[in-house]
């Protein structure tokens, strides 16, 4: 009798899950993921499953992946060398085509995989697909030339819209498509935000490594719950985001000035953290919202 | 932290349910509610808010309900004198007109109102509506007049499968109507067995006051997990049955045989006995399936 | 031979109608069908075949009904006692309880069954259904508590739209939703307005014991065949409408400002007085339009 | 006052039309159109109302017209001479072309501006259009070479049903079109049967100028009202029918062996015969049902 | 090898078309076809070839023809005098008749067997069909009565816009409607010119027998190959334009103010010419475009 | 001039295609791509630009790729070595990595980029999408373990339905999934094969390095223009076919057995042979029909 005592006790779980079930019924989520919580195989099939069960219960997720290391992995396994410029990867014709092949071929149908193995049908895409990820080439800090990198000028969201309402979950590699047909390497952070930005999202979840933003970068527990668009630009102005934040930060503030109601960045690496933030009251990690 | 580790934990339960969300994902589900389970106000809420889970998680309910006690009540109110020839209400002009009034009137709309309580759109129908439930007048046991008592002839699922592509939940009063227009006494038991097979229905789930079918009727721990058609017929047939039970049992025989994958007796005063039956492995009560 | 001639005739009448179905062909009519001419059994047969009738010819009837005097009916065969200020009835939570039962219940179960017997599939359905008629509760005259009296606040028409869409005729009892649910007594003259206006509806036909507005209230040949919306508040001012009538010509000025094109008050005693209204050029009744 | 009473009866009528209305709602009715019934404007103009009344009125009215006379006319007016083979029109270049230009360019606009003048929009389109009725060139009795003769072999009626889909009454003239493209003068009785059995229509309604089939030619007294497929077949073979009938019978026959319910022969001259075959329980002239 | 040799260069046609083939894809064209143009059977066979290729590669093409030569040539047949008042033909009951049983009977017949020979699904219709050209009386110059001649007042072009979607090529007379229902003699130019208006089409082509409007009426190297609006307004005013060209130019003028984008007069005799216009850079004749 | 008569000339090219281009008009055709027609830059865009031209003359192609060669240098690149087995490529976790890494990463989004330059959206999947190709492993000859290599045992073709329902070119990599969702690796030949079959294909075209089946191996002038299924699997037994065209040979049997009409092998480094097999009478290759 005590496994239905169990049971009715994950009722009661599943009945407080309602009013969050409600609230985000319909609502496209565009979620971010990559770093480390992608590496690690056991969290990557918590967070596909996640996905998954945000789809089942009403909701429309879409997966925007990163995947830089895998990239320097396979570069390194070619005999090619990464270079960075302020953080920025120098895209020459070599890398482009490895970081096409690796996040296309290798990262985005991994990710296919997993939240098919929840249950869901995945369709896996680069941006270049259906020229979803219009982009142009972008110029590097003190006009450096970063080679095939791109920023996005327009995004064209009908192939994803007509997946998404086929029931499908999108898996988009931030691969943009030049007004030439060339592949552009976009950072993934903006790329969901643009995503997130022309599919009206109501929400933009980053999922990184760090908890959230810090007021002091070196002190987790200060932790900012949340700010406004305003408050964003003055800290970025300020100088007092780390640099592996700020484009995350950036953003967060492109998708909530484009018509996105919040953007969150949360721990990836924390189990459920996806689920955590979307089905309780407080949330976790850094909220971003507009003035 | 303790909540966010609480939170995880209910993620935890919301990810094992993902199995049966997806089996059940669709799925149309015919809910018998009636007896003591349908008078506790509390239990009500919670029943109600069950149904409204599962049509949140992708599942098409509709509720099928009883209301003796309560018609019973309002005769008494009205100095009207209840009749039963062997359990059948003997259903004469007065006392369809306040069967009829108390159940479509009274009874549907409150079920109705909880339902939307728990954030779906809910529609309470009688079967007169859009001649939902064809009926004809039933003979009682030796030929006995038992007035306006039918039973179901002939089912048009066109109005309810309308409202439940139309995102509502229907709540259905088994007021069947005649050739001529009039209203008759369905047993609400055979009314949801009826709706259940026009509908093409996985299952019908009747919600009563006992655990389920009982091998000893005086021995709670008999209960019968799982029987075949074949077998339920061999248990009415040996007068093994309670009369409270034969009509309940009588359904799912019918249920199954008109196509229904699986007809279920549960106890609907255990909290969320619903949500237990469907989202379990093993499932509480008594199920009934084809040989 | 004179038969045929006598059909001749017939059809000749039916080309004559053609014009008037031309023109409201496709045109939503909300009928607000109420008092003595609802009591009369041999009347409301014919009422209800006029409306089938209107649906057959391409029109899209909606009935709106009233029953005050079937609630203090069976407020009194209950030993309830009826309290009204100012002609509107104080409705405790036993009064509330015995009005939606009844009209729900009873008095559209049996309009709709009248409809259906014409031919034409019904619905009837309370305002709470589908929270068609979202209300609040309405402070009485001098601050009176009415209990659960409401004004309709939002109406929303989606679930009668479809039921129209899916050809079914809707007969609505106006039972309003209050934001937390709970029934509310609305007046079925405004409930009938508030649904016309948000219906986008052509007409509002309200179907009285009376032949109209009378210029002299004591004098049946003052009918006053037709007024505008200005005219119409002018007589409001000057006291000289009955009480009776107030509500009906309150409900005729809010329709047409709401949009409605023409709102009638008609004597729904006169057989056909419906289908005079609206196939005939010079009607019957008076008439209210726009400035 | 007496107006009113004037319009109670009338509405009465409509009334009475309801059961009828109901029967053959949404029903297509093929109405073959020819003959003397044809040339008298009052007449053709009540035919097209009548027509139109049906689409108001919820059937799907096709027109298939004939013009023997109108050709003759045009033919002797240009100098040529009609050339006649047991009752069929031998069709050379010339012939064809007139009778294209007449029954396509005059008559069937004609009949369209009528239709349009009752309300109803109105399309006009050859068998040739959008390739509606294939066919092949006949030979003549006795091996005859009858010129530009043909019979329907297959009917294509998309274009028929997307253009009543869209609320229009087509008239069709009964020119066919040859495998090569070339026109074929078509019989309209026959382009009527062959049109509604490919609609699947539920009555052939022919106007003629005669009462319908007499079992003695000479004695309009010995009207048959009703006959099925068999003794149809005998009455032909037994020579009993006059040259006019025989392709009206023959087509009533090809009809109801198609799937068509009833096939009707009546007096088109007779004002709203129409209306009194299909608003009658007796009905009017001569009807074929299967055996 | 020879074969595959001229059929590789042919492909390679195929495929230099590509651009212009995306360019124009899902574009309305209105063609106005007539003049001599029209009565060379072999010239006319190659237009409605060409008319079917814009069809088959994704072009929404629809014919507007004209007819006086085939008008006249019946009259006189038919023994009647065709009277002109600066070029508008005089139309009195008779020329309306034989103009509109000629059109529609005969002409638009004749094109659209010759598109539904080059393989597309063809519809004649009349500009009274469904209303779709309504029109009033036109005063002639100095007042001139020109009987049943008739100016386009507003274009219902929703049945043409089925037949397009449906998938037929439309082929559109140039017959009037008036308030009252007769037919009107409307100039093709015109009809075609408001059409492309009403229609939002991307062109209008106007294929007659002139290689397009000269700079010196009498010298053919002189032909202008684009104007604008306001220069084709000049032209008009300064008399330098032929009798024959005037009303072509006005209605590219009357098209492109009404938002077609380019509308061009090309010479209908040249072999192609439709395709050559569309699948070339240059084009021939003249395009006129706005300001 | 001489420009003109050029485009008249190509204009009449056109003009020839079109009875080829209506009788392929709606179908569907697989293109299977690889071998050494697919190294070669210019012909790759050739392809892709003919591939484009069908859809834009509205047939509906598919692309299934192969690239054995390119799997080949870049496990050479990261110093792997490829094993072969009867020329079924043995593949470990290593080359299963590579081979979907190349196909998916580079080789389809390559193709898709060409495709997308002819002016057509495109959409590049992997065989997992979707759950695209549903596959289990292979035993090898004389029951070698392949590794990851697996045959097709059910496709679902829904995504690709939608995808080319949605006006997309779909690009297909051979990649199964297993029924535990990992990659294996397809036979680019049979997966087109079962991918036609699925889509109900009209035509399957394998573009190779080869004219097509000669009937002496070594003699080009032996080319078979068409044998039948019972032909060609004689052939096969045999021996008389080379081991490259083993594969594509049963493909072509596979497909024809499953109900595609007719399947090709084609030279696909011949320039437009794929336009050419389609837009002439006698096509070039070899082309296997039912018997």
Known sequence: MSEHNDIAARAEVLIEALPFIQRFRGA??????GGAAMVDEELKRSVCADV??????????????????????MM??????????EGLRVTDDATMEVAEM????????????NVQAAGVSAVAISGRDGCTLGACRMVGPGGADL?????????????????????????LSPIGVSPEG??????????????????????????????????????????????????????????????GMIPKLQSCIQAVEGGVERAHMIDG????????????ESGIGTMVRSD
Chains 1, 2, 3, 4, 5, 6 share one sequence.
């Open 52 to 73: 998954a069960l945000l789809h089942f219960v009403g909701m429309r997720p879409v997966i925007v992946h990163g995947g830089g290391k895998k990239i320097s992995e």
């Open 76 to 85: 390194s396994r070619l005999g090619l060398e990464a270079e960075f410029v």
């Open 269 to 280: 690496s924390r189990p459920h953290s996806l689920l955590i933030e979307l089905f309780s």
């Open 182 to 243: 060339t592949p552009l390497n976009i950072n993934a952070d903006h790329a969901a935000a643009a995503l997130a930005v022309s599919l009206g999202a109501q929400k933009l979840v980053t999922l990184s490594d760090v908890p959230g933003l810090l007021r002091d970068r070196d002190d987790p527990s200060t932790l900012i719950s949340e700010l406004t668009v305003a408050q964003a630009r003055e800290m970025l102005a300020s100088d007092a985001v780390g640099s």
């Open 102 to 113: 690796v996040l296309v071929g290798t990262v985005a149908q991994d990710l296919a995989a």
């Open 28 to 33: 496209t989520i565009v979620v971010k993921y």
């Open 147 to 171: 080679g095939h990198v791109g920023e996005v000028t327009d995004v064209r969201a009908g192939l994803i819209r007509d997946l998404i309402a086929a029931g499908h979950i999108v898996v």
